[in-house]
């Protein structure tokens, strides 16, 4: 079955450092472009990082660009988040999304993990 599987989240002192890793299962991984999301208490997801099927592009939020950085290993099926520099206000679940990109609407496909809190605190 399909899976997205969210981890490294945990609890981190401000200006600390966690790598979110998300591993995938049940699709073609590298058909698919792949985001950060996130959801702190009280307001709407965020998207907070992208990257393309082929690696080619990358995005970035404003409030995390120069603090984190999305990558992915296809030969792992697996996309991380590198997040430095950490404030309490990145304080959220963080969730792992992937889409396929394909001109082909009955091919097209999204799917989400179930999430990992991050704990920005003193």
């Known amino acids: 079955q399909v899976q997205l599987v969210e981890s490294g989240g945990g609890l981190v002192q401000p200006g600390g450092s966690l790598r979110l890793s998300c591993v995938a299962s049940?699709?073609?991984?590298?058909?698919?472009?792949l985001r950060w999301y996130r959801q702190a208490p009280g307001k709407e997801r965020e998207l907070v990082a992208g990257?393309?099927?082929?690696?080619?592009?990358?995005g970035y939020a404003d409030s995390v660009k120069g603090r984190f950085t999305i990558s992915r290993d296809n030969a792992k099926n697996t996309v991380y988040l590198q997040m430095n520099s950490l404030k309490p206000e990145d304080t959220a679940v963080y969730y792992c999304?992937?889409?396929?990109?394909?001109?082909?609407?009955?091919?097209?496909?999204?799917?989400w993990g179930q999430g990992t809190q991050v704990t920005d605190s003193s």
């Open positions: 999304n992937a889409r396929r990109e394909t001109l082909v609407a009955r091919l097209r496909r999204e799917f």
């Open positions: 049940g699709f073609t991984f590298a058909n698919y472009a």
């Open positions: 990257v393309s099927s082929d690696s080619g592009g990358t």
